[in-house]
């Protein structure tokens, strides 16, 4: 059975840091890009950040230079350091995986086939 588990959400005011981590189990995830994604309250799920099979990284551009994504492929987890965070970062942040290997590129909520169930990031002002 594959699992995702996020770990690492709170509160924490304007400016300050928090670092999320995933750990996945279930099948081997080296083949497949891992990223985060997080949604808040009436609005659609976003991408965040995504790190490929291959080590290549990508961000959404309201968190580029804030957020760093990296993976342990021996442990089989995906970690996101947030710096510097803002109010609108306040979300439910979600670990997920890609349905395609090898893929080149990020994947979208909807070329996912595993999540997580999301971890609570709320950011006072």
């Known amino acids: 059975q594959v699992q995702l588990v996020e770990s690492g959400g709170g509160l924490v005011q304007a400016g300050g840091s928090l670092r999320l981590s995933c750990v996945a189990s279930?099948?081997?995830?080296?083949?497949?890009?891992m990223g985060w994604f997080r949604q808040a309250p009436g609005k659609d799920r976003e991408f965040v950040a995504v790190?490929?099979?291959?080590?290549?990284?990508y961000y959404a551009a309201s968190v580029k230079g804030r957020f760093t994504i990296s993976r342990d492929i021996a442990k089989n987890t995906v970690t996101l350091q947030m710096n510097s965070l803002k109010p609108e970062d306040t979300a439910t942040y979600y670990c997920?995986?890609?349905?395609?290997?090898?893929?080149?590129?990020?994947?979208?909520?909807?070329?996912?086939?595993?999540w997580g169930r999301g971890t609570q990031v709320t950011v006072s002002s």
């Open positions: 279930g099948r081997p995830f080296s083949r497949y890009a």
């Open positions: 997920a995986a890609d349905s395609i290997p090898f893929r080149v590129g990020v994947f979208s909520p909807g070329e996912a086939d595993y």
């Open positions: 790190r490929s099979w291959n080590d290549n990284t």
